[in-house]
């Protein structure tokens, strides 16, 4: 059983943030003439992500990072600013010491945000959920019908659905990868995209659309991927939100723990 976190559950934590947004990456990049110009680079035993057509910081961050990487901080800003980017530093509690700190500060860095990692034990869950909600796996013809409801329930702009349909329709027969769509009442309303791999699994994204919201379409999603993780033979699940967003407290009502809360350094 899980007890409290450790230095050993904290870093299978990061290394499955770290997996699955490297192979995300490298679908994306897979794309014919790789039109969101992707690239992905190892700095010790971190990597740093870049898009030049998406500029989010999800797309254009450093993972992975190790207090033993010191010697790379310079040539990863230096990288992103020759790409017309600031580098963003990922930090995770107890990988990363004060002497790194001190470094990116001395760089002109600041700590930018806060970010939830939880984690919990596959299981299943009792089925009391309202029968107005259907939930199946996403058929590979339903792509455009996933970013409609990724680009609404998040804010993106409606230009973006063809992109975001493409970018991860890419994911759909990669090893690991597992897209799922919740119906309220017969109506598509929210969907759900999970990773796993080396028997850990991550629930990568979630999205409702805003007429849809408060009526329990995550929380059943979030469970359903726990669920379908167990059938899979993973042993940990973990998930990644916003401190204290309205996925954090979804994933901690069904039961799941922090096992961190790591930081975002920015170039000022």
Avoid at 49 to 60: E, I, R
Avoid at 176 to 191: D, E, L, R, S
Wanted: proline share 4%.
């Amino acid at each position: 059983m899980l007890s409290i976190p450790s230095k050993q559950l904290i870093k299978e934590i990061e290394i499955s943030e770290v997996n699955y947004m490297y192979d995300r990456m490298l679908a994306i990049q897979s794309r014919m003439n790789n039109p969101e110009g992707i690239e992905v680079k190892q700095f010790g035993n971190s990597i740093a992500l870049y898009s030049k057509t998406m500029p989010w910081a999800t797309f254009n961050t450093v993972k992975g990072i190790t207090s033993a990487d010191i010697e790379f901080i310079d040539p990863i800003i230096e990288f992103y600013r020759t790409r017309d980017r600031k580098a963003q530093f990922e930090i995770i509690p107890s990988l990363i010491d004060q002497n790194y700190l001190k470094n990116l500060s001395d760089r002109g860095f600041y700590q930018s945000g806060f970010h939830s990692s939880l984690y919990i034990e596959p299981r299943v869950f009792k089925n009391d959920y309202s029968k107005n909600i259907r939930i199946q796996e996403l058929k590979e013809d339903q792509f455009i019908q996933y970013a409609i409801i990724h680009c609404r329930g998040t804010g993106l702009s409606d230009d973006g659905i063809p992109y975001v349909a493409e970018n991860n329709k890419v994911l759909y027969n990669r090893p690991g990868w597992k897209f799922f769509i919740a119906y309220m009442n017969g109506t598509p309303a929210a969907v759900g995209v999970m990773h796993m791999k080396d028997g850990i699994a991550s629930l990568t994204f979630a999205a409702t659309l805003p007429e849809f919201r408060n009526q329990g379409l995550q929380q059943r999603l979030i469970e359903k991927r726990i669920e379908e993780s167990l059938q899979n033979n993973c042993k940990l699940v973990v998930g990644q939100c916003a401190f204290l967003s309205q996925s954090h407290r979804n994933m901690e009502r069904i039961g799941m723990k922090i096992g961190y809360i790591r930081t975002s350094w920015t170039e000022i």
